[in-house]
């Protein structure tokens, strides 16, 4: 199982950034789609982005685009989300996660693989 550990999270004032990072495993597989997911207490899981590792296309929640960017550095198998304008909403668990489909589509992931995740806090 790949192994992936996100890190960054913290406590932010509302209207504020934070990057959280996750340093994913070795893998080789070029289907590869990365996912930064969240999940509020008492609520579902949320996915917020992905990536595709082969080609780098990118997908984002519709009520998250414009703050929130995912990025990948393949050559330090290493994944960020810039987030930013930050509100009491996006209060959550991060988790970084990793699957293997044809298309790395926010509305259809796959998580085969997670990490521990990091926790947001943002105050108002």
């Known amino acids: 199982q790949l192994q992936l550990v996100a890190s960054g999270g913290g406590s932010v004032q509302a209207g504020g950034s934070l990057r959280l990072s996750c340093a994913v495993g070795?893998?080789?597989?070029?289907?590869?789609?990365l996912y930064w997911f969240r999940q509020a207490p008492g609520k579902g899981r949320e996915g917020v982005a992905t990536v595709a590792a082969g080609g780098g296309t990118t997908s984002y929640a519709d009520s998250l685009k414009g703050r929130f960017t995912i990025s990948l550095d393949n050559a330090k198998n290493m994944l960020y989300l810039q987030m930013n304008s930050l509100s009491p909403e996006d209060t959550a668990m991060y988790y970084c996660a990793a699957g293997w489909t044809d298309r790395c589509q926010i509305d259809a992931p796959v998580y085969t693989s997670w990490g521990q995740g990091t926790q947001v806090t943002v105050s108002s």
């Open positions: 070795r893998y080789t597989n070029r289907n590869a789609c």
